[in-house]
């Protein structure tokens, strides 16, 4: 992700952010009730686990306090799509509400 803000779309990389933290909460619901993924196959074959995804878990920091910078809130990427990226920066840093939808 070193890439210059011009060259990157913060809604979609905020929206990666906030998928990331679904992915932890995918992966306690994995464990504590594996019937809502398997339906009727083996869990062997029921997908991709959630926990495949915690390993970039970091990347979600990295995200935020990329789009937290106000240099980079200065870029066209950033001020062509305000609105939305203010809403998925919130979203991103407050996931919970969110998620809960």
Not at 28 to 46: C, H, I, N, S
Not at 57 to 80: C, G, K, V, Y
Request: charged share 25%; hydrophobic share 45%.
């Amino acid at each position: 992700m070193s890439w210059p803000a011009e060259r990157r779309l913060a809604f979609r990389e905020l929206g990666l952010s906030i998928g990331l933290t679904a992915a932890e909460e995918l992966a306690r619901w994995w464990e504590e009730q594996p019937d809502l993924f398997v339906q009727g196959r083996t869990r062997r074959d029921a997908g991709i686990h959630p926990d495949a995804l915690l390993g970039f878990l970091p990347l979600r920091e990295e995200i935020e306090a990329f789009w937290q910078d106000e240099a980079n809130q200065q870029a066209h990427t950033w001020t062509d799509h305000q609105e939305i990226n203010m809403v998925m920066l919130a979203a991103s840093l407050s996931p919970g509400q969110f998620l809960l939808i």
